[in-house]
């Protein structure tokens, strides 16, 4: 399966911004997937991610994002969504998003989408 990230853009402190990654040439449903963000100069950090359906569909948020970030998932679209509300400054980072059997996901990569937040 390849994963698509896209829906990032510009946005003001305090904005709200929703990705999407999308699935070809498989399907989501055995797959856990996660959201990772990369910023200039750091590693790649996990953000969240959420379990296969076929397991307990389950979700994990890193401590940053806690309470602002929402990762849900549209089996019938095939797709992942990261709802992001409260942006901050250090969240401008390139998206991506990524397959695994278990949490974090982050198997394989695709192209990331790129998140600004201008203050």
């Known amino acids: 399966v390849q994963l698509q990230a896209s829906g990032g853009g510009l946005v003001q402190t305090g904005g709200s911004l929703r990705l999407s990654c999308t699935a070809s040439?498989?399907?989501?449903?055995?797959?856990?997937i996660g959201w990772f963000r990369q910023a200039p100069g750091k590693e790649r950090e996990a953000v969240s991610c959420?379990?296969?359906?076929?397991?307990?569909?389950?979700?994990e948020y890193s401590d940053s994002v806690k309470g602002r970030f929402t990762i849900s998932s549209d089996i019938a679209k095939n797709t992942v969504y990261l709802q992001m509300n409260s942006l901050k400054s250090e969240d401008t980072a390139v998206y991506y998003c990524?397959?695994?059997?278990?949490?974090?996901?982050?198997?394989?990569w695709g192209e990331g989408t790129q998140v600004t937040v201008s203050s």
């Open positions: 990524g397959p695994g059997f278990a949490c974090p996901g982050g198997d394989m």
């Open positions: 040439g498989g399907t989501l449903r055995y797959y856990a």
């Open positions: 959420i379990s296969s359906s076929d397991t307990d569909g389950s979700t």
